[in-house]
């Protein structure tokens, strides 16, 4: 695996160019499986979890090119319904492509889902909706196989939790599905909606993206498509924290303004002002922030949770940000019990934090931080990192970079855009 060399303090400030959203195009990628016809998708990030979707889709019998961001894949004949052990441990969506197998061979069979090792992370959303909907499920806890040979019927459907994930499978079973599907308490994050977005242009019938209700009338066939994937508003939060901790300007280009208004709060909560416009933030430099207190005086608490509160994704790197701004702040994260392990790593390099439990930590700054040797934990947390490493005196050496590049496409070069002297080793 590669590594990132960083020297600390040579953050300049500039303009980045958003990519499009990873979160989004990934269970894109399965539902394109469901058509036979070819589909173009524009904005599509280069990173290695859109590889792993086309190696699964390839291995399936999609054909596809992807060059300069723009995907056009067509899957004529699907070869198999079976996806090997070792390409669904590749990542967390290869669950995904459960529902365009069973829609187009009656059958899936898969195995447990990789991804970010953050906590326990439950996939009952999933076998729920698709069982409800028709599918019978073989008990075994290693291997995950779906039979419907007559097709599967909408109905209604409750989740009890909002699974982004678990949302965007009964969406993709359901939109060819016979009948209306019902589904209440439904993730309602800006890839969902783009996912529902993608699915109208081939031909679906949903309805209510965006809120916790979405209806899908269910159609015979679906087309291909041509759909421009949305900006990721993680890779901009996360620019966004770079530039806050290192108090340097920085205009991020492609942004929609509805998708950062919590982030915005947040980020003025911790003493940092910015200016949402219609497709670029401004991040202006050379701010003095302080922990805004709750009224009476109280130390606040920020914590994570399903849209629109605060994303899960973002915390990692708000918290590398919060060592940076005067006075006392309680993160609270709800959603993984694993995710705030990497405080540890902040600790060795001079963070006044105190990891209280596995969901919360306290952090006191501003805390001038040293560089060390560091290791990337999972995508957000090895971004945080890198984060650290820039505010830190002297030199890092972030190890297993490849985990980060699995959800920041060009990371180094951006970075460089802005002024930073970077390595990879």
Same mark, same amino acid.
């Given at each position: 695996?590669?590594?990132?060399?960083? /020297? #600390?303090? *040579?953050? +300049?400030?500039g303009?980045?160019?958003?990519?499009?959203?990873k979160?989004?195009?990934?269970? =894109? !990628? @399965?539902?394109?499986?469901?058509?036979?016809?070819?589909?173009?998708?524009?904005?599509?990030?280069?990173?290695?979890?859109?590889?792993?979707?086309?190696?699964?889709?390839?291995?399936?019998?999609?054909?596809?090119?992807f060059?300069k961001?723009?995907?056009?894949?067509?899957?004529?004949?699907?070869?198999?319904?079976?996806?090997?052990?070792?390409?669904?441990?590749?990542?967390?969506?290869?669950?995904?492509?459960?529902?365009?197998?069973?829609?187009?061979?009656?059958?899936?069979?898969?195995?447990?889902?990789?991804?970010d090792?953050?906590?326990?992370?439950?996939?009952?959303?999933?076998?729920?909706g698709?069982?409800?909907?028709?599918?019978?499920?073989?008990?075994?806890?290693?291997?995950?196989?779906?039979?419907?040979? /007559? #097709?599967? *019927?909408? +109905?209604?459907?409750?989740?009890?939790?909002a699974?982004?994930t678990?949302?965007?499978?009964? =969406? !993709? @079973?359901?939109?060819?599905?016979?009948?209306?599907?019902?589904?209440?308490?439904?993730?309602?994050?800006?890839?969902?909606?783009?996912?529902?977005?993608?699915?109208?242009a081939?031909?679906?019938?949903?309805?209510?993206?965006?809120?916790?209700?979405?209806?899908?009338?269910?159609?015979?066939t679906l087309?291909?498509?041509?759909?421009?994937?949305i900006?990721?508003?993680?890779?901009?939060g996360?620019?966004?924290?770079?530039?806050?901790?290192?108090?340097?300007?920085?205009?991020?280009?492609?942004?929609?303004?509805?998708?950062?208004?919590?982030?915005?709060?947040?980020?003025e909560?911790?003493?940092?002002?910015?200016?949402l416009?219609?497709?670029?933030?401004?991040?202006?430099?050379?701010?003095?922030?302080?922990v805004?207190?709750d009224?009476?005086?109280?130390?606040?608490?920020?914590?994570?949770?399903?849209?629109?509160q605060?994303?899960?994704? =973002?915390?990692?790197?708000?918290?590398v940000?919060a060592?940076?701004?005067?006075?006392?702040?309680?993160?609270?994260e709800?959603?993984?019990?694993?995710?705030?392990y990497?405080v540890?790593?902040?600790?060795?390099?001079?963070?006044?934090?105190?990891v209280?439990?596995?969901?919360?930590?306290?952090?006191?700054?501003?805390t001038?931080?040293?560089?060390?040797?560091?290791?990337?934990?999972?995508?957000?947390?090895?971004?945080?990192?890198?984060?650290?490493?820039?505010?830190?005196?002297?030199?890092?050496?972030?190890?297993r970079?490849?985990?980060?590049?699995?959800?920041?496409?060009?990371?180094?070069?951006k970075?460089?855009?802005?002024?930073?002297?970077?390595?990879?080793?």
């Amino acid at each position: 695996m590669s590594s990132l060399i960083v /020297k #600390g303090g *040579t953050i +300049r400030g500039g303009e980045v160019n958003i990519s499009g959203n990873k979160n989004a195009v990934l269970p =894109m !990628i @399965a539902a394109l499986l469901l058509s036979d016809g070819e589909s173009v998708l524009e904005n599509v990030p280069d990173i290695l979890d859109v590889h792993t979707m086309l190696d699964i889709a390839e291995y399936l019998g999609a054909e596809y090119t992807f060059e300069k961001n723009t995907l056009r894949l067509r899957c004529k004949d699907v070869k198999t319904h079976i996806i090997s052990r070792e390409l669904c441990s590749r990542n967390r969506t290869s669950i995904l492509f459960a529902a365009p197998l069973i829609a187009r061979c009656g059958k899936a069979e898969l195995y447990p889902p990789g991804g970010d090792v953050i906590g326990r992370r439950r996939l009952d959303g999933h076998f729920y909706g698709l069982i409800k909907l028709g599918a019978e499920m073989a008990p075994q806890w290693d291997t995950y196989s779906f039979n419907a040979p /007559k #097709g599967l *019927t909408g +109905r209604e459907l409750f989740l009890d939790e909002a699974s982004v994930t678990a949302t965007e499978q009964i =969406m !993709i @079973a359901a939109v060819t599905a016979r009948g209306t599907t019902t589904l209440y308490n439904s993730a309602c994050e800006p890839h969902v909606s783009d996912l529902a977005a993608m699915l109208n242009a081939m031909g679906a019938k949903i309805s209510g993206a965006g809120s916790n209700t979405i209806t899908i009338e269910g159609v015979e066939t679906l087309h291909g498509c041509h759909h421009t994937v949305i900006a990721d508003h993680i890779e901009a939060g996360s620019f966004l924290a770079l530039a806050a901790a290192t108090n340097t300007p920085v205009t991020l280009h492609g942004t929609t303004p509805r998708h950062y208004w919590m982030l915005r709060r947040v980020f003025e909560r911790l003493g940092w002002r910015m200016t949402l416009n219609k497709d670029h933030i401004i991040m202006p430099g050379g701010q003095e922030p302080c922990v805004e207190r709750d009224f009476g005086g109280y130390i606040p608490q920020i914590s994570d949770g399903p849209w629109p509160q605060y994303p899960s994704d =973002m915390m990692s790197c708000t918290i590398v940000a919060a060592t940076q701004s005067t006075g006392t702040v309680m993160f609270f994260e709800k959603m993984f019990e694993s995710r705030i392990y990497f405080v540890d790593r902040l600790i060795s390099m001079g963070a006044n934090a105190i990891v209280c439990d596995p969901h919360r930590v306290v952090i006191t700054g501003r805390t001038q931080l040293h560089g060390v040797s560091l290791s990337s934990p999972d995508i957000r947390a090895g971004m945080a990192m890198v984060i650290a490493a820039f505010c830190a005196d002297g030199e890092s050496r972030i190890d297993r970079a490849d985990v980060i590049y699995r959800g920041y496409e060009h990371l180094v070069d951006k970075l460089r855009a802005i002024g930073a002297t970077v390595e990879e080793a």
